[in-house]
């Protein structure tokens, strides 16, 4: 199935990936944080997959791991920073809350503040990418019509779980 072997290539490149240009200490951190992002995503999985398969979508989202390895360092900074916030913000709505483990939840959330901070601290305030804020913030918009499309059913975030779990392993 297309999936498996799009779960392969995100592990694959979480693992061994260059990153681009960012810095070496700045990287293993970031490794890390995602690395830890990555597993409580996958950790999250309530509903099996396959019986989901109706429920899935595309959401056109505009990268990919050539593309954003090719992005410029504090582009890429700041389009992370953008990820990590919409993710969070997704899995802070009381919608979420009502589909998943609050125990896991929480320590996805704490995860993901965690990975901010450490964004934060490491590149200060200057981030401007408004061009790849626009698109980041159109994908989201198409993600939370799809949640209200299908009434915040377990499906519906099963297949979003699926989708930003494989974001973080390019990321
Ligand atoms: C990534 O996206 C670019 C631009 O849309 C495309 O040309 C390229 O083939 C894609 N690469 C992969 C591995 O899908
Ligand atoms: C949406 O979900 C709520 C809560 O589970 C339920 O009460 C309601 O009937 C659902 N609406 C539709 C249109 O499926």
């Known amino acids: ?7 392969l290539v995100a592990g694959a490149m979480l693992c061994s990936s260059p990153a681009g240009s960012l810095e070496e200490d700045g990287l293993w951190i970031h490794r890390g944080d995602n690395l830890r992002v990555f597993n409580l995503l996958r950790q999250l999985q309530r509903t099996p ?12 989202f505009p990268w990919n791991g050539t593309t954003i390895t ?3 360092k504090t582009e890429r900074t700041c389009f992370h920073h953008l990820m990590l ?4 913000s997704l899995f802070t709505t009381h919608h979420s809350l009502a589909a998943w483990d609050h125990t896991l939840l929480s320590q996805l959330l704490s995860s993901l503040h965690h990975s901010l901070e450490h964004l934060e601290q490491r590149e200060g305030e200057n981030r401007a990418c408004p ?3 626009i698109l980041v913030r159109k994908y989201f918009q198409r993600i939370h019509h799809y949640l ?7 499906c519906a ?7 930003m779990t494989l974001h973080v392993g390019i990321m």
């Open 70 to 72: 090719q992005m410029q």
């Open 157 to 163: 975030w099963e297949v979003l779980r699926v989708e």
């Open 49 to 60: 997959p396959h019986l989901c398969l109706d429920d899935r979508n595309d959401f056109k």
């Open 85 to 88: 916030l919409q993710i969070l």
């Open 1 to 7: 199935m297309a999936r498996i072997s799009l779960w």
């Open 131 to 133: 061009n790849v804020g």
């Open 148 to 154: 209200r499309g299908k009434n915040y059913s377990f």
